[in-house]
């Protein structure tokens, strides 16, 4: 199976979820067996063709089974998730985590973009979200981190950060470059900003961005040292032995044998 026809399964597919009547379904059977069928002139080989045939008809079983509950037909193969009970403000006013939401506050209101209007209607998550982009490209020179990873950087939801990046996207301050794999999980995105308004303002006005605080303080050492400090010295010399600092005339016995 080729690149070509891989993407032209994809998209016929994608046809397939599409349909609502069964001429539709009727009409895509009678022309993938004589016009996309390899042995028709096609550019489909057999086992292509028979998943198409048997996804067309798992779609007819699906409409069928929406008309007899009076449901609309499913437009994704994708398993739907569950329809919550709660409420929309049964579910903005539960409980939340102190110390993110805290790290959020803190982060959207440090001032991470300049006061223009091209930064207008952007939330405090989303600030804080492009605080922590801002941190990673100023020291690294781009962000490579995941949106879960950016988000809980930020203190935010994923939703949020997806938006943050969207939204700055969208206005021309960000890029986003893609690390797609073949039949491997992508690779995070590369996230740069191309914005020069919002890359002088922070050489001018953040010029420790990132390389003294970047919004997350750095967790405490849980290692274990035994008998030693941390720089590693004993905390007790050796009895019968002289100070650890080198000395001229110590006195020491020789060795045996």
Known sequence: MTGTSVDSVVDLLGAIARFTSRAQIDDFVRLLWSRLYHGAGGMLEDRETQLLHQMALQRLDDLQEAREKRLPPARSWFPKRPKSDQSREQAASGVRDPERWARKQRLGGLAS????????????????TLYIIAADVRELGAC?????????????????????????????????????????KWLSNVITIVCKTWLSWLKRFRPNLGFKFKG??????????????????????????????????????????
Do not use: M
């Open 216 to 257: 997350v303080r750095k967790p405490a050492s849980t290692d274990t040292y035994g008998f030693k400090t941390k720089n590693g010295q004993p905390f007790h010399q050796p009895e019968g032995s002289p100070p650890g600092r080198f000395q001229r005339f110590a006195s020491r016995k020789p060795p045996s044998g």
């Open 144 to 184: 490579r981190c995941t949106v879960a990873e950016i988000a809980d950087r930020a203190g935010v939801g994923q939703t949020t950060a997806r938006n943050a990046i969207r939204k700055a996207r969208d206005r021309g301050l960000l890029s986003v470059q893609h690390r797609p794999q073949w039949r491997n």
């Open 113 to 128: 973009l300049p006061p223009t209007d091209d930064y207008e209607g952007i939330t405090e998550g989303e600030r804080a």
